[in-house]
């Protein structure tokens, strides 16, 4: 059996470079090992759950087939609704997804769909539900807010009411490094948000976009 083959059996399907180390090879391989192990243990399935990761409420949690959780990963699953990650979907090390962030308020909870890439200290605040499609990859340190305080003089901040329009990021999305994204956003199929991009609007499908606040650079169909 080939690397590739070896590779298929641990949800990962492509072509490995010939030149790797044979000691990254297996220290990889033997870090999988693992992680399907405590996956097998606590979801009774084919899922990759890292030893240090923290799962609270799994029972509100679907997993679809060799998803993977890496190391240090705090996922909260109390919400209103069925958490979802999907088939071949990997959640990056360090990163943070809360569900309720107050005791006001019960959070929304999130969705991701199926070969997702979310790389490592990335934040999902789904108080008001955040819905990722199929095949969205992310840079490290990307963030989402889907919820935005109210403005009254009269209160403290603390004090004020919350919105929660939501999130919703189409299938075949690629946002860079660093990038946040706000309540209320809805960004469409096959689009780029370039790296650092703070994002307040939405916007149509196949467009490159980016900056501070983001706007439309290029249309990726023209």
């Known amino acids: ?18 030149d ?6 297996i220290r990889t ?3 999988r090992f693992i992680y399907l192990l405590v996956g097998l243990i606590k979801f009774k ?4 759950i890292s030893p240090s990761a923290n799962i609270i409420n799994k029972k509100n949690l679907r997993l679809g087939k060799n998803s993977s959780i890496e190391d240090n990963v705090y996922i909260d699953c109390f919400a209103s609704q069925e958490c979802v ?13 809360s569900s309720t962030s107050h005791f006001t308020k019960l959070g929304k909870g999130f969705k991701i769909g199926d070969g997702c ?9 789904s108080a008001g539900g955040i819905t990722i499609g ?8 990307v963030s989402f807010h889907s919820q935005n305080h109210s403005f009254d003089v009269k209160k403290n901040f603390k004090e004020q009411n919350v919105t929660s329009k939501g999130i919703k990021i189409g299938s075949n999305v690629w946002i860079g490094a660093k990038v946040t994204i706000l309540d209320g956003v809805i960004i469409n199929n096959n689009s780029v948000i370039g790296a650092g991009s703070l994002v307040n609007n939405s916007f149509p499908s196949n467009v490159l976009i980016a900056g501070v606040p983001a706007r439309i650079i290029k249309k990726l169909d023209e």
Request: proline share 5%; glycine share 12%.
């Open 1 to 18: 059996m080939n690397l590739k083959s070896i590779l298929k059996l641990f949800g990962k399907d492509y072509t490995p470079d010939p």
């Open 117 to 125: 890439g979310i790389s490592e200290f990335s934040y999902f605040g």
């Open 134 to 141: 199929d095949n969205v990859i992310m840079g490290q340190y």
């Open 85 to 97: 990650i999907g088939k071949g979907t990997k959640i990056g090390s360090y990163s943070k997804i």
């Open 29 to 31: 391989l033997l870090i």
């Open 20 to 25: 790797l180390p044979k000691k990254l090879i």
């Open 45 to 48: 399935k084919s899922v990759f």
